[in-house]
């Protein structure tokens, strides 16, 4: 995942999504692109095709959902300047735009029960939010980034954004989110026992990649002072 890790996994490649685009594979990169981040991915695959993409949302709604990428296009956008935190100590700051995730739950009608969304994305990857936490003003469903749709290797059609943690939280290639009445692990905290359940930014040392030859002092949380 973008910001998050980039496990030299042994175990074969999945079967491509049927919803999978022909065409080459979504590799991870060492260099920052033109968006200053790096390419970081759990299961190299191909990009989604947006035509057939559907977005499922299901388990504790009164109001099961198949969403085209035109469905939430529709909902109320927004723009949001935010920077991304990686967990190898870089990161960046973008311009997303996309929609809250109120308006999701808004067309879904969540039950009483449900806590907590899983997410389920293109390449297998999956992860786990509290509902508080989804509904926190400054988490976004992002569609577009600097003013463009987003690309196939930031996630392209949907990605979360969530500013306070680590980006492997902000998980993309989102194909499915399903309400629950708990939580769990992600699939990186399950496994790799240095990333957190919870992967809220920790105090250390930052290295922006839009501020090339600067390292910054972040005390933690959302990084907003520059």
Known sequence: ???GPAPGCPKPLPPA???ASSGKLIIPTDTPDRFHAKIMEFNPVPALNAATWELEVGGLVRRPLKLKLADLQRLPQIKQSSRMKCVQCWSTRIEWEGFRSKELFRLA???PSATHVRFDCGDKYYDYDSLEEMLHPHVLLALRM??????PEHGA???LVIPWKYGYKYVKLITKIT???HGGEGLV???WPYYTQ???IQPGVDHPFDLPGQIRRIKGGEITDY
Not at 146 to 151: D, F, K, V
């Open 179 to 181: 309400f629950l009445n």
């Open 146 to 151: 600097n003013g463009e749709p987003l690309t």
């Open 189 to 191: 905290a399950d496994t």
């Open 109 to 111: 009608h969540p039950l």
């Open 1 to 3: 995942m973008l910001g």
């Open 198 to 200: 919870g992967g809220n």
């Open 157 to 159: 059609p949907l990605r």
């Open 17 to 19: 999504p049927s919803n």
